[in-house]
Nanobody, 124 residues
Framework: EVQLVESGGGLVQTGGSLRLSCALS????????VGWFRQAPGKEREGVAC????????YYGDPVKGRFAVASDHAKNAVYLQMNSLKPEDTAVYYC?????????????????WGQGTQVTVSS
């Protein structure tokens, strides 16, 4: 069974940085399209970064382009979301998810497995 566990969230001031981690068990990230999503109170879940590592396909949502970047560690079977120059509007619960290998989609409905989420709060 595929399981995803996020970590690394917290409270940070505007302009600060955080790195979120997502560990996968029951599979390998190379078999999936991987997505980072976020959901703020009262808002729909939105795609932050979606990618396929072996296919070298990467997508970043407009609000985070140039500030967020994904990375991976195959030995740890983990992916990361490096978040720089954080803004109060980045405050949300962040989730990692996996979907079919060639989905390349930023739509949450395309993803099958989800982590429990980690809270990121950016203070002004």
């Amino acid at each position: 069974e595929v399981q995803l566990v996020e970590s690394g969230g917290g409270l940070v001031q505007t302009g600060g940085s955080l790195r979120l981690s997502c560990a996968l068990s029951g599979g390998t990230f190379d078999d999936y399209t991987v997505g980072w999503f976020r959901q703020a109170p009262g808002k729909e879940r939105e795609g932050v970064a979606c990618f396929s590592l072996p296919d070298r396909v990467f997508y970043y949502g407009d609000p985070v382009k140039g500030r967020f970047a994904v990375a991976s560690d195959h030995a740890k079977n983990a992916v990361y979301l490096q978040m720089n120059s954080l803004k109060p509007e980045d405050t949300a619960v962040y989730y990692c998810a996996t979907g079919p290998r060639y989905t390349y989609s930023s739509g949450p409905h395309e993803y099958d497995y989800w982590g429990q989420g980690t809270q990121v709060t950016v203070s002004s």
